[in-house]
């Protein structure tokens, strides 16, 4: 049992990795393809890039409870009607991500990169980990996965879920059609909503099209058997892994270092199983573990209260402090002025090129860049080589520069990166905090 446990363990880090540089493929072909298509083709490019996105490892993992729950619900509108219902309700989710984005600016997606946002996500996923291996109910759905529920409303609110979980996963791909959005607004009006929308919803019928092809063509899951268990609990291991992503990145973004968030995961997991090993045999493995996650879900709650009331110790830590001249900050090595007049005159000076990181206390992703600036030494080496710049999103400058019509990715969200020489000409810019080595290669 043992060796079936590593084995999984070892499967899910090798996913993991696969999925990352999928990520990376997926992304650049859409963003790509967007960039260079202005008519009925980027519809075309959405819609595939999508069906692409559905294919990744971290999506994938929540069909087979999908399938099974739409397999064992019927309706007197004929086979159809619950797949197709829930092709729907995924499809209207990222309809709805296409008006939020043209009428907010991509303000939803700051929102989902919110510490907050990304506990409730991993928070989620564990739900749907521990559903697909039986050990918690939906009731929301019907009752039971098994449940003859005649409703359409349920599937529906099922579909719309599972695309609100799959747009945290594939988010590279959507911000890159966001930017693409974004690039385009020139004021707000009832044609740019709709087109937004239009956009958002191909890419998301993409996303759906396995469970289509599943649930309404007849393909259908080999039979059940002993050898389903192992599968499902391979499938819970797998989304159980992904949610720790994102249960780790959401404490980051509360100040929680690394090391940190994972002994209170680990805790959390040890303090869940010593709870539900603890209750009465009476009670069913449901029940139990509905007792255990709410035990957990008080844990988290104390644990945000906390970080926000108590200091971050690593507030106080000495490679990452306040320099006593006005307008640097001092991280590690690195020199990060905060004055734009002071970078480029340095710049002018020395003749060197202007990093520039757009950035946000409240911003996961841009915390997660700060650590690899002093954990990654080449990062670090080709940063050393320029002048930085760092724009707070609270500053007078950061609105002007996201009111520039050049940098349509700040109406998206952050984090943001440029690369601009002395006389602020463009070089190289992204959204993509783990594109260190093109960083690099502008920045040598």
């Not at 999508?50 to 999908?66: E, F, M, N, Q």
């Not at 004929?78 to 008006?99: D, K």
């Not at 739900?127 to 050990?135: C, G, K, P």
């Not at 590279?172 to 020139?186: K, R, Y």
Request: charged share 15%; proline share 3%.
């Amino acid at each position: 049992m043992k060796k079936v446990v590593c084995l999984i363990l070892l499967f899910s880090i090798a996913t993991r990795v696969q999925a990352q540089s999928l990520f990376d493929s997926i992304n650049q072909w859409v963003g790509g393809q967007l960039a260079a298509s202005t008519g009925f083709e980027s519809y075309i490019f959405l819609f595939i890039g999508g069906v692409l996105a559905s294919l990744l490892p971290c999506v994938y993992p929540v069909y087979p409870l999908t399938v099974n729950f739409l397999k064992n619900r019927s309706s007197k509108l004929g086979r159809y009607a619950h797949p197709l219902a829930y092709y729907f309700g995924l499809a209207s989710i990222y309809f709805m991500f296409g008006i939020i984005a043209s009428l907010t600016g991509g303000a939803f997606n700051e929102v989902l990169r919110l510490p907050l946002a990304n506990l409730t996500i991993g928070i989620m996923l564990i739900i749907m980990a521990l559903a697909s291996v039986d050990y918690l109910s939906l009731p929301f759905f019907g009752g039971q996965l098994d449940s003859k529920n005649q409703g359409l409303a349920g599937t529906i609110v099922m579909g719309a879920g599972a695309g609100l979980l799959s747009s945290a996963c594939v988010g590279p791909i959507v911000v890159s059609i966001l930017i693409t959005i974004a690039s385009n607004v020139e004021g707000i009006s009832t044609a740019l909503a709709i087109t937004a929308a239009i956009k958002m919803m191909l890419f998301g019928l993409g996303v759906g099209i396995p469970v289509l092809l599943l649930g309404v063509f007849g393909l259908a899951l080999p039979k059940s058997g002993k050898w389903m268990l192992l599968v499902q609990w391979i499938f819970a291991i797998l989304i159980g892994y992904f949610a720790y992503g994102y249960l780790a990145k959401g404490l980051n973004g509360l100040g929680m270092s690394e090391s940190v968030s994972f002994y209170i995961v680990l805790g959390s997991l040890l303090i869940f199983l010593s709870v539900y090993n603890l209750q009465p045999s009476t009670k069913n493995k449901q029940q139990k573990t509905t007792y255990s996650l709410f035990l957990l879900g008080s844990i988290f709650g104390f644990l945000i209260i906390a970080t926000n009331l108590i200091p971050s110790y690593s507030n106080f830590q000495s490679n990452n402090s306040i320099s006593n001249e006005p307008n640097i900050e001092q991280k590690g090595e690195l020199t990060w002025y905060l004055n734009k007049e002071d970078a480029y005159k340095k710049a002018s000076e020395t003749g060197k090129l202007v990093f520039v990181d757009f950035h946000g206390d409240w911003c996961t992703n841009c915390k997660a860049f700060q650590k690899q600036t002093q954990s990654d030494n080449d990062l670090n080496d080709a940063l050393q080589n320029a002048i930085l710049y760092k724009v707070y999103d609270t500053s007078e400058e950061f609105t002007k520069y996201r009111n520039d019509s050049r940098f349509p990715e700040l109406k998206v969200g952050l984090p943001f990166f440029l690369i601009t020489d002395a006389k602020e000409n463009i070089i190289y810019k992204t959204n993509d905090f783990t594109k260190t080595e093109e960083m690099q290669l502008f920045l040598d």
